[in-house]
C-alpha cells in the first residue's frame, strides 16, 4: 500500500549565463530557476530492502537499477542518516528524458524529501547528500524559485512575485539532448553577469540548436504565438517554453503546436 507521494516539479531556467570553469572542471554559471505546478510524482511504501519500480510515458529506457539517481538518493540519504529502513519506490515518469527540466535531479529531489518524511529524519541530512549527487539537486530538492551560482548549486531564494501563477508551456522536439555535448560546444566566452532574468539569456541556446536543430524551430513557433510574453529554451535544452499573459492564450498556442511535439501546459510555482 502506498504510504507517502511526492512531486518532481519541472524544472526550468528562466535565464542561464556560462561564466567560465570552476577549479573542479565544472563549469561556472549563473541562473534563476523556477518550477512547474507539474511534473513526474514518486511515491513510496515501507519494505524491507530499497527497491525502484518506473511507469508513465517516458518509462522506457529509464533505469530501474542502482545507476538511477533517484536509487542514489535514496542510498545516499540512509547512509548519512544512518537508518535501516528499506523502501519500495515508484517512479511515475511524465516528462521526457535529458530534455533539461530536471528530470533525474527533480525526481531525485523529490524522493529525498519523499524519504525526510517516511523515516522521520532531520532534512538537514537531504541536504547534506544533495550537492554531492548533481550540480541541479540542490535547486530540485528545493523546488522553488532561487538564484544559482557557482555550478548551480549555490542557492539564494528569489523573491519575484511576478514569477508564481504565470500561465507556462513547455515544448520539446522529442529529441534528447546530453547536457555533456552541449556544454562541451559552448564557445567558452564569457558575456557577461545575470542581472534581472528577463535582459539575460540562455548561453547554451546556441550549441544545442548546433546538435539538434528542430530547438530552433520550436523556438520560432513559440515566438509566433500570441500572447507570449516570454520564450527561452530550458538548460541545456531541447525543451523550450514561453510565458503567456493568460491560461487561454497559452492553450491555444498548445493546440496549433505540431503533434509530433511534446507539450506540457501548466504554470509556474
Known amino acids: 500500500m ?11 531556467n528562466l535565464a542561464l549565463h556560462v561564466r567560465g570553469k570552476l577549479a573542479d572542471g565544472r563549469h561556472q ?6 518550477f512547474c505546478t507539474d511534473g513526474d510524482m514518486v511515491e513510496a511504501e515501507i519494505a524491507d530492502e530499497l527497491s525502484l519500480g518506473v511507469t508513465g510515458p517516458f518509462a522506457v529506457g ?17 547512509a ?19 530534455s533539461g527540466i530536471g528530470g533525474g535531479s527533480a525526481d531525485a529531489g523529490a524522493a529525498l524529501r ?27 530538492l528545493l523546488s522553488m524559485s532561487a538564484r544559482g551560482s557557482g555550478a548551480g548549486d549555490e542557492l539564494e531564494l528569489l523573491d519575484d512575485p511576478t514569477i508564481a501563477g504565470t500561465p507556462v508551456l513547455l515544448v520539446n522536439p522529442r529529441i534528447p539532448l546530453s547536457t555533456a555535448d552541449v556544454f562541451a560546444k559552448w564557445d567558452g566566452i564569457d558575456s557577461g ?47 523550450c517554453f514561453a510565458l503567456f499573459d493568460s491560461d487561454e492564450a497559452r492553450d491555444a498556442a498548445a493546440e496549433a503546436l505540431p503533434e509530433r511535439w511534446w507539450h506540457l501546459a501548466t504554470h509556474l510555482r
Request: aromatic share 4%.
Open 2 to 12: 502506498i504510504c507517502f507521494s511526492e512531486p518532481a516539479p519541472a524544472k526550468l
Open 193 to 239: 553577469p545575470l542581472d534581472d532574468w528577463r535582459d539575460g539569456r540562455n548561453d547554451l541556446e546556441a550549441p544545442a540548436i548546433a546538435l539538434v536543430p528542430e530547438i530552433g524551430d520550436v523556438l520560432a513557433k513559440l515566438r509566433k504565438q500570441p500572447g507570449a510574453t516570454f520564450v527561452r529554451m530550458s538548460g541545456s535544452g531541447a525543451t
Open 62 to 78: 529509464i533505469a530501474q537499477s542502482e545507476e538511477n539517481l533517484v536509487m542514489k538518493a535514496a542510498k545516499a540519504l540512509r
Open 114 to 140: 519523499l524519504l525526510t518524511r517516511l523515516w522521520k529524519i532531520d532534512p538537514a541530512h537531504a541536504a547534506a547528500v544533495a550537492s554531492g549527487l548533481g550540480s541541479d539537486l540542490p535547486a530540485c
Open 80 to 98: 548519512h542518516a544512518r537508518v535501516t529502513a528499506g523502501v519500495s519506490l515508484y517512479l511515475k515518469k511524465k516528462l521526457p528524458v535529458a
Open 29 to 34: 554559471i549563473e541562473t534563476i530557476f523556477a
